[in-house]
């Protein structure tokens, strides 16, 4: 059975730090590309991360948090963490993780949240001004 748990999201204050882990089981780690994605409320769900473990660690970062989010695998966990730094408020969301065996090889973004197969349940990060 395909499980992944977010965890780590909390309050914290504008320019602050939240470290997110995804922990997996009951798939190739190895072979997976693991997304991170973000729901404001009344908003629809967006990428906000993503890493190929099977294309040497392949990345990509949308607009908004290019250079203060950095994505990371732990193979030996299974475990994919989104370290964020310089938080802002309107990173306040429900961060969710999900995988899907694609490569990011000939892609130039993440792929769409449909083309997922299977999710975490969310973790709340808010951040206060």
């Known amino acids: 059975e395909v499980q992944l748990q977010a965890s780590g999201g909390g309050l914290v204050q504008a320019g602050g730090s939240l470290r997110l882990s995804c922990a997996t089981s009951g798939f190739n780690f190895g072979e997976h590309t693991i997304g991170w994605f973000r729901q404001a409320p009344g908003k629809e769900r967006e990428g906000v991360s993503c890493i190929d473990n099977d294309e040497g660690g392949l990345t990509y970062y949308s607009k908004s948090v290019k250079g203060r989010f950095t994505i990371s695998s732990d193979t030996a966990k299974n475990t994919v963490n989104l370290q964020m730094d310089s938080l802002k408020p309107e990173d306040t969301a429900v961060y969710y993780c999900?995988?899907?065996?694609?490569?990011?090889?000939?892609?130039?973004?993440?792929?769409?949240?449909?083309?997922?197969?299977?999710w975490g349940q969310g973790t709340q990060v808010t951040v206060s001004s």
């Open positions: 999900a995988e899907v065996p694609l490569s990011l090889y000939s892609r130039t973004w993440c792929p769409a949240p449909d083309e997922f197969n299977s």
